[in-house]
């Protein structure tokens, strides 16, 4: 199947999945007609597109990104594994957290970061902009039955601007 194929594929079920997920699907009264989805797709795409015409996506070690975009124009956004979680397709060690503040204290460029709220990371970034955050957990960290009292997560913003 074409790459082309697999991607419009790949939208259809998330943008008819529950809130992204790819697990659960709407439920409604008036199911989304294909054809309807597909005589929008290219206004769809188009947006995608527009807003995406300065951004680039890397699949690199971030130590190797800062190799390759340090400079004073650059401006990106980082949400890094939070520190003592576990569950991430690659490991994040505790080695990895300390030199990427090491690398985010020589870049020279702008960035907003979030993280987990955790005493070795306020310590870790204490040279930056930290603030403080509440922010209602999303679909995929709510509680397991809509019956249950939704948690507040406890988060943090780090930027050197």
């Not at 995608?48 to 390759?68: G, L, Q």
């Not at 204290?105 to 987990?116: H, R």
């Not at 902009?129 to 019956?147: D, G, H, K, L």
Request: charged share 25%.
């Amino acid at each position: 199947m074409p790459p082309i194929d697999r991607a419009v594929m790949w939208y259809y079920v998330y943008y008819n999945s529950f809130v992204g997920d790819m697990s659960t699907f709407i439920l409604r009264k008036y199911q989304t007609n294909p054809n309807r989805f597909i005589s929008r797709l290219p206004k769809l795409v188009e947006d995608f597109a527009s807003r995406f015409t300065n951004v680039i996506i890397e699949d690199i070690d971030f130590r190797d990104f800062f190799k390759k975009y340090n400079t004073k124009d650059f401006f990106f956004y980082l949400d890094p594994p939070y520190y003592e979680t576990a569950g991430y397709e690659v490991p994040f060690v505790e080695q990895d957290h300390k030199d990427l503040c090491r690398c985010l204290k020589t870049f020279k460029g702008k960035f907003l970061m979030t993280y987990n709220d955790h005493p070795t990371i306020q310590a870790l970034y204490k040279d930056f902009t930290v603030e403080n955050i509440t922010q209602a957990y999303q679909a995929a960290n709510r509680p397991s039955s809509y019956t249950e009292k939704s948690n507040a997560g406890n988060q943090i913003t780090i930027k050197n601007y």
